[in-house]
């Protein structure tokens, strides 16, 4: 596609509840990362995609948190039990390079957890 | 650990105006990638300008442009003739020279009258 998709755009979960979100990067990127942005905060950094092999997730919150790129492309990221805290935007980006030159964003799934 | 400060959590500008936004960072890497995204209310972060840091030259892009200064540890970020489109929250982020995470400031909300 022509930009980073994701879906939805809101989502509202009832504390408890498991959701998934979804990313669907630019065809042909290599890399994706997830990021989470808490209100009036910057991004960080939750996980990293190589194509399907998953590098680095040292910034998942807890094991309630697990994403996965099974055949390298769409990533879908899972938060079962969700809690208040949780509630945020979460950002998908995707690279071509396997480098850092800055990556395209999508924009963002709003979670909302009551 | 890398951080980013962005010690102007607001800033104003009138039409036709300049603008500078400060960022400081910190880091014992020589090889790093600096960028400034701007994130409107639609939420998706938009790629602005990028500096590679063994560039001396400051990096341009049409009428934004940067004043990086690597000794310093600052990375600031200049608005030429800023128009009403370019109201939005903007973030400074850093990035290893690797396929590595990037880690952001806090933002400085830039304001535009007419």
């Known amino acids: 596609g022509a930009g980073v998709s994701q879906s939805p755009r809101y989502k509202v979960a009832k504390r408890g509840q498991d959701v998934a979100l979804r990313c669907d990067p630019i065809?042909?990127?290599?890399?994706l990362f997830w990021y989470q942005q808490a209100l009036g905060q910057g991004p960080e950094f939750l996980t990293y995609f190589q194509n399907e092999a998953q590098l680095d997730k040292s910034g998942l919150p807890s094991d309630r948190f697990f994403a996965e790129r099974p055949e390298g492309s769409v990533s879908t990221l899972k938060i079962q039990r969700t809690q208040q805290e949780d509630s945020a935007v979460y950002l998908c980006a995707s690279s071509p390079r396997r480098r850092n030159y800055g990556y395209t964003f999508g924009s963002g799934t709003r979670l909302t957890v009551v | 650990a890398q951080t980013v400060t962005q010690s102007q959590p607001e800033m104003s500008v009138q039409e036709a105006e300049t603008v500078t936004l400060s960022c400081t960072y910190d880091?014992?890497?020589?090889?790093?990638?600096l960028f400034w995204y701007k994130q409107p209310p639609s939420r998706q972060m938009i790629l602005v300008i990028r500096q590679e840091a063994y560039k001396q030259q400051n990096a341009t892009e049409n009428r934004f442009s940067v004043n990086f200064q690597k000794a310093a540890k600052s990375f600031s970020l200049k608005i030429s003739d800023s128009q009403l489109g370019d109201a939005a929250m903007y973030f400074c982020a850093y990035g290893n020279s690797g396929y590595s995470t990037l880690t952001f400031g806090k933002g400085t909300m830039l304001l535009v009258s007419p």
């Open positions: 065809s042909g990127h290599v890399s």
């Open positions: 880091t014992s890497e020589s090889d790093y990638y």
